[in-house]
């Protein structure tokens, strides 16, 4: 089969998009200076196409599950209008004192309410609706998000989903999470409410659009 990524494409890519702005450089240095799985941080390209989905979108109501140390909450945070609202859900403190420390330095931050502890029980307790939904927590869970926040999504609304090539462990499926993300994918691809289009950005990243 003809692969159409070479060697350096990532870079190449980083290369032609939007720079980050100072604070995502210095939150990237944190989180890679003291964090256990800094990659797990969605980084520059990724990031610069949640703001602009967030933007072209025009969403005014987002939620992410899996906050991290709040990159890309920030990012989509930026493209939020005035009065606009993200809320982020994260169970780990360690990685959110780090998020909460930079979204008190940006001028974005107050447009960002942490919701912190187990994201399944605490979507209960949030009614939406969302106009778009960032899902990068626990991959067995990816599906229950999913089926979660579909109701609390307007037609039209968006749900962006990372991870979904999982390193490309999709196309032979071993661990847990391997399998999790397999069912997912084959669960999202025949759903007929909605339209979608899995992106191979980074990781892979599902674009689901509700009908
Ligand atoms: C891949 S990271 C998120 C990265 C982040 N979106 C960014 O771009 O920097 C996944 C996060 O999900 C969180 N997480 C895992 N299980 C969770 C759960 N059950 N409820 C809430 N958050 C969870 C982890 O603590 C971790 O910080």
New binding site residues.
Partial sequence: MLTLTKPGIEEYALSKTEKQSNLLKQLMAE?HASMEYPQ????PV??HLLKLMVLTSKAKTVL??????????L?MAQALPRGGKLYT????PV?LAVARRYFDLSEDGSKIEVVE????T?LKKLDGPFDLV?I???KG?YKNYYEAVLPKVPSGGIILV??VLWSGAVLDPKTEDDKAIAAFNDHVAQDSRVEKVLLTVRDGVYFIRKI
């Fill in positions: 989180t797990m941080l969605t980084g990724e990031g992410e599950i899996g906050t991290f140390t709040g990159y890309s909450a990012s859900m994260d169970l780990n990685s502890g187990d994201a399944l605490n960032f990068d927590a626990d869970n990372d991870n």
